[in-house]
């Protein structure tokens, strides 16, 4: 009946279904989920496009995956800068000369910047470290580190920075300027209107069924369709033979407040570990909208994940990426199934990464 079927409605397989309609062939698109667009779905609510599954800004340095995206959605000019609080101070992210002269008071160039944060390595410098914090300091120094990086990194992975691997932090970005532009891609916006919009026009013309879970009824889908391309959890694909990947979780708190201006900035990052959420959203700012009656935030707290959660982060460790290994071992023994995104493929991507990974997929298929 189908040329394919795409497991899972968001931007990896929308731009596949896409791709491949334009090739004349017959798509069904089907999601577990009672909404498209996956994880950068955003809802309307009461004029505010609420980003439902956590912050999201395309960013991207390759001009032909910002003109693809740009087909689909005009784009504003949202920089990313986010704000750190850390008990009562606050400071811009990344590193940058704004933070450095808000922590040291004898700081004012680029240069007493530079020395102050040697000096700082110098004197806590640890030949092989042994652990994250350890690591942190020598690439850092400790005033950095305590308030900076110490408890937002520990709430993230939910372990004192003291018990993580070092490997988890090759480097720490430092920059010797004024500049609060969070990434360094030429290109960067937020859709107007928001991203669930994107998807609607990557998926118009195209059969799509919604609260439709594949393992559910594997077999009937697979006879169905010619190929299949998953985008679930490469591991729930195979029941879990070996085990569960290791993932972390982001449960969000979202409160509407009849107020134009909550925090004047759309993310703030607290460092604090005494503070349990890890950062709070202020939708509206990522339209630029501080008039509207109302505000919409999201606050964020990590933790592990359980069976029924939401899967965001793929812990890559050791263990983990052995684990996938095995399970993309039995992946390659599936000739009509293409694993595919973040869960097929147990590797975190930004979004700009997603279209080009879908596009390398989209050339295997014609092979």
């Not at 959605?73 to 002269?101: D, G, H, W």
């Not at 490997?167 to 532009?181: A, S």
């Not at 059969?207 to 077999?219: M, Q």
Request: charged share 30%; proline share 4%.
């Amino acid at each position: 009946m189908y040329d394919y079927l795409v497991v899972g409605a968001g931007l990896f397989g929308a731009t596949l279904a896409y791709e491949l309609k334009k090739k004349n062939k017959k798509v069904l698109v089907i999601d577990k989920r009672d909404h498209i667009a996956g994880n950068i779905y955003t809802k309307n609510i009461d004029g505010i496009n609420v980003h439902v599954y956590g912050a999201h800004i395309f960013h991207t340095s390759d001009k032909e995956v910002w003109s693809y995206i740009q087909q689909f959605a005009e784009f504003n000019n949202y920089i990313n800068s986010p704000i750190v609080r850390y008990k009562n101070e606050l400071y811009n992210l990344p590193f940058n000369m704004n933070t450095f002269t808000k922590l040291w008071p004898d700081v004012f160039t680029p240069e007493d910047a530079r020395r102050k944060i040697e000096e700082e390595k110098k004197n806590f410098h640890i030949d092989e470290p042994k652990n994250l914090e350890e690591q942190a300091i020598n690439l850092v120094g400790p005033t950095i580190y305590e308030k900076l990086v110490k408890g937002y990194t520990a709430k993230q992975w939910g372990r004192p920075c003291a018990e993580l691997p070092a490997f988890i932090i090759k480097r720490l970005p430092v920059r010797f300027t004024f500049d609060n532009n969070y990434f360094n891609d030429k290109y960067q916006g937020i859709p107007i209107g928001g991203y669930t919009k994107i998807i609607e026009k990557m998926l118009d013309g195209i059969e799509v069924k919604l609260n439709t879970n594949y393992l559910d009824n594997k077999e009937y889908f697979n006879s169905i369709a010619k190929h299949i391309i998953y985008t679930g959890p490469i591991d729930e694909f195979f029941g879990f033979k070996y085990g569960p990947l290791e993932f972390r979780t982001v449960e969000f708190k979202t409160e509407e407040y009849n107020m134009k201006n909550y925090q004047g900035n759309a993310v703030v990052n607290y460092t604090e570990y005494e503070i349990p959420y890890t950062r709070i959203i202020e939708h509206k700012h990522f339209e630029f909208d501080t008039e509207s009656e109302k505000t919409i935030i999201s606050k964020e707290y990590s933790k592990a994940w359980m069976p029924g959660d939401e899967p965001y982060y793929p812990v890559n460790n050791e263990k983990n990426n052995c684990l996938y290994n095995q399970y993309k071992e039995e992946a390659s023994k599936v000739s009509n199934v293409t694993f595919g995104g973040r869960l097929g493929l147990y590797k975190y991507y930004d979004m700009d990464d997603t279209i080009i990974e879908a596009f390398k997929v989209l050339k295997d298929l014609e092979k």
